[in-house]
């Protein structure tokens, strides 16, 4: 007769226990901060990024405009009046030669400051996430890159308003748009750049012209 005895289980004894429970802890604490910091607080970065960005970008944009414009347009240059014989006006018309220039020098200018700024990028504390200005400065940087898209697109917009009894005012305005990206980790936004600049505004003492430019087309 044949007898069969078990077989005692063998009992595995996990050593260091507590290390691994420390690094479970560890592992889990990382993944939390992981899943906060992608969900809330790049985000907000990446939305401070965006403000900042604009603003930096506009501020470019208005300051290259003043510098060129300031110094190079000149209305009587840049819009040519036809008059009939009684001194009136009955044509206006554009150089446009002349203001393509301007804005395409504007448009060079900008970019080159524009690239500066991709290359130095941005640093956000997540203090100013706060909106407290106590805390602004606190906590460590997070870094914003930016790269743009395409390029500067520009055009005149030409707009005639009545001035009173007989005299029209002539306002020439340049909107310049651009798109960039604002890049934080692990996330990225596109963001559109608008900027309406005024150029010019003149009063027209007479009738208004029957015939006058559209510096849209233009």
Do not use: W
């Not at 504007?106 to 997540?126: F, H, Q, R, T």
């Not at 009545?162 to 990225?188: C, D, E, F, W």
């Amino acid at each position: 007769m044949n007898y069969y005895t078990k077989k005692p289980k063998i009992r595995y004894k996990i050593k260091h226990p507590k290390i691994i429970l420390v690094i479970i802890a560890i592992f889990a604490l990382v993944n939390s901060i992981l899943y906060l910091f992608d969900k809330n607080i790049l985000p907000a970065v990446l939305s401070i990024g965006e403000e900042r960005l604009k603003r930096e970008a506009t501020e470019i944009i208005n300051e290259t405009a003043l510098e060129i414009y300031s110094k190079e347009f000149n209305y009587s240059d840049m819009i040519i009046t036809e008059k009939d014989n009684e001194g009136n006006i009955t044509m206006l018309r554009a150089d446009t030669v002349k203001l393509n220039y301007l804005s395409s020098k504007l448009v060079l200018e900008a970019n080159e400051k524009i690239d500066k700024l991709e290359e130095i990028g941005l640093k956000v504390p997540l203090g100013y996430m706060t909106k407290n200005l106590v805390f602004y400065n606190l906590g460590p940087d997070v870094s914003v890159k930016m790269t743009q898209i395409g390029n500067i697109s520009s055009s005149y917009e030409s707009i005639f308003e009545s001035a009173g009894i007989n005299q029209t005012r002539h306002k020439i305005y340049l909107n310049v748009n651009m798109k960039m990206k604002v890049i934080v980790p692990l996330n990225s936004v596109e963001v559109e750049v608008a900027s309406q600049i005024p150029i010019s505004e003149t009063i027209i003492v007479g009738k208004t012209p029957t015939t006058a430019i559209d510096l849209n087309k233009n």
